[in-house]
């Protein structure tokens, strides 16, 4: 029996633009996970996966479950096949997760990651994470359409990342710790359909939605800036901006603003909306001493759960070299 995890993660700041070529900063968050376990299966009933949390059991050969649009079956098949071990092992995939699924948390990422990696040591197969990070991209292609990269890359990596779509992944130099509490507006966000919007909007006005990126890029730069020299401060003014050109590109909610008022009221440095929008989560820039109000003014304005997880101060930027997932041509 193996059995491997993926962290959850959140986007900082620049989604949406990100799509578009410019930069986002995305975090691992070790407070939820996906967790999958392998194990040799009877013979014939060839590559079953159960995934409890989903309440599905998907089974390779069924008719009801294709291999090239069911996520964890492509997940499970793409590894296999990468690894060179072909489709004919007979085994059983035990898919189980704390992280909450479309609200921008990286769940689909995390499970597609926990799948790899579990089958790879199952057959004693090193990937590094790149290597896994472009393996779950392939799946993320089936839930989302044309994915920026990030979710993969953090997911895979589980450091924080700057990334710029085509690039060479940049590991962020974080100077102090920032305390981020992910407050859940209990609304589903269908990141699909939310990027189609921001497309149509673009097309319908791109001048006016090329300047909202070029923008966005530019509050993440600072933020990285901040982010390298502990600025808490900093890092949460630009959110604040990040979050008003979000609004500008109409994908937020008067859940999540509600959220990211009650949040600043209460002594946030900086709150904004996270991952594609018009639901899921927003994040709160909290300092120990402001957290526990910070998260009372959240549950108070509604926020159907808190998490609370730290970014790390790390100086250790030994990473990946290769190239980030997709060309912008391929957008
Ligand atoms: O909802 P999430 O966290 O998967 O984030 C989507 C982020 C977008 O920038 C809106 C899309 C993308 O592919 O990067």
């Known amino acids: 029996m193996t059995v491997a995890c993926a962290q959850g993660k959140i986007i900082l700041c620049g989604e949406h633009a990100v799509v578009y070529g410019r930069p986002a900063i995305a975090v691992p968050v070790a407070e939820v996970q996906a967790r999958a376990t392998v194990e040799d299966g009877v013979e014939g009933q060839s590559i079953v996966i159960v995934a409890r949390d989903l309440g599905r059991v998907v089974t390779l050969g069924d008719e009801a479950s294709d291999e090239t649009r069911d996520p964890l079956l492509a997940a499970a098949v793409n590894t296999l096949e990468y690894i ?27 499970v597609s990651a926990a799948i790899t990696r579990a089958l790879a040591q199952h057959f004693s197969k090193d990937l590094t994470a790149e290597q896994v990070s472009r393996l779950v991209y392939d799946v993320e292609k089936l839930y989302h359409g044309t994915p920026s990269g990030v979710d993969n890359t953090v997911v ?15 590991i962020l130099r974080v100077g102090a710790p920032l305390l981020l509490l992910i407050a859940d507006t209990g609304v589903e966000s269908p990141t699909r359909a939310v990027v189609g919007a921001v497309r149509s909007a673009w097309q319908e006005s791109k001048d006016r939605y090329e300047t909202l990126f070029d ?14 020299k ?9 959110m604040d901006e990040n979050h008003r050109l979000l609004r500008a590109m109409e994908v937020s909610s008067s859940q999540l603003d509600a959220l990211v008022n009650a949040a600043k ?67």
């Open 215 to 228: 923008e966005v890029g530019g509050t993440v730069v600072g933020i990285r800036d901040a982010m390298e």
């Open 265 to 331: 009221r209460h002594g946030a440095l900086g709150a904004k909306l996270s991952g594609a929008g018009r639901g899921g989560n927003m994040i709160a820039l909290a300092t120990p001493e402001t957290c526990q109000e910070v998260k009372k003014a959240l549950q108070d304005a509604g926020a159907q759960g808190v998490l609370q997880t730290e970014v790390k101060a790390t100086t250790d930027v030994t990473g990946p070299l290769a190239p980030s997932m997709a060309s912008p041509s391929q957008r």
């Open 156 to 170: 895979a990596h589980q450091r924080a990342v700057y990334f710029v779509r085509g690039q060479r992944l940049e």
């Open 84 to 110: 060179g071990l072909g489709l004919g092992h007979d085994l059983v995939i035990v898919l189980e997760s704390t992280i909450p699924v479309a609200r921008g948390l990286g769940s689909g990422a995390a």
């Open 230 to 238: 502990g600025d808490a401060a900093e890092v949460g003014r630009l």
